[in-house]
């Protein structure tokens, strides 16, 4: 168990929804990253959070968008959902020495 | 460019068998860091080492070890006497620091009982 929780676990929805993915980081970690693992682009950096800011960003869609809240969680929000958005979302958090710690992620099935 | 080359795209290897798994990056910084991650059927992505650039040595963990070249730009992954448990997808990666983390393709690695 990495500490990093990720809510829910399975999401089923329909193209044109919009979805909210929860992430809590291990306690004391300031910094949140968002990635996506598909089968044709593989795992895939999208965004990271250190202390509330936005610090980089990756291969995230303009209709994705994240935010890190003052308690240090982390929402990852899907709006006009295509077939292709389908994937794995991992959430990681980590703390001053830069490793990493990936939660159990969110597996989203768009129809 | 940040890049990770994961040529073997699947493996498969009878049980007992020692198997290799290779790993070749390209990055322009001289301070980076290298993963490899084990992603097992229930998806779950587990950590299994972080190395920094600085460190070429050598590491060995139970039934693991890790082979970094610098020379080479490789950090190959070898598992000794192979268990069915050890089937699953192996990612490995690359980060400049304080950053994302740039995944391989992965290797799916089939061990046969």
């Known amino acids: 168990d990495s500490g990093v929780t990720q809510t829910p676990k399975h999401l089923i929805t329909a193209t044109g929804q919009r979805v909210t993915l929860r992430c809590s980081p291990r306690s004391g970690d300031l910094s949140v990253y968002w990635y996506q693992q598909s089968l044709d682009q593989g795992l895939q950096f999208l965004i990271q959070?250190?202390?509330?800011?936005?610090?980089a960003k990756g291969n995230i869609l303009e209709r994705f968008s994240a935010q890190q809240f003052p308690d240090l969680h982390s929402e990852l929000n899907l709006s006009s959902l295509e077939l292709g958005d389908s994937a794995l979302y991992f959430c990681?958090?980590?703390?001053?020495?830069?490793?990493?710690?990936f939660g159990p992620g969110t597996r989203l099935t768009v129809l | 460019a940040q890049k990770v080359t994961q040529a073997q795209t699947e493996i498969s290897v009878v049980e007992k068998e020692d198997v290799t798994l290779d790993c070749v990056y390209e990055t322009r910084d001289t301070t980076y860091y290298l993963f490899w991650y084990k992603q097992p059927p229930s998806g779950e992505l587990v950590f299994l080492i972080r190395?920094?650039?600085?460190?070429?040595q050598n590491e060995i963990s139970g039934r693991y070890s890790w082979n970094f070249q610098k020379s080479t730009s490789s950090f190959n992954f070898t598992i000794t006497a192979s268990q069915v448990v050890d089937s699953a997808v192996y990612f490995c990666a690359l980060s400049e620091g304080d950053d994302k983390i740039i995944f391989g393709k992965g290797t799916r690695l089939h061990i046969l009982p």
């Open positions: 990681a958090s980590s703390d001053r020495s830069n490793e990493q710690f």
């Open positions: 959070y250190y202390n509330g800011e936005e610090r």
């Open positions: 190395r920094n650039s600085f460190d070429e």
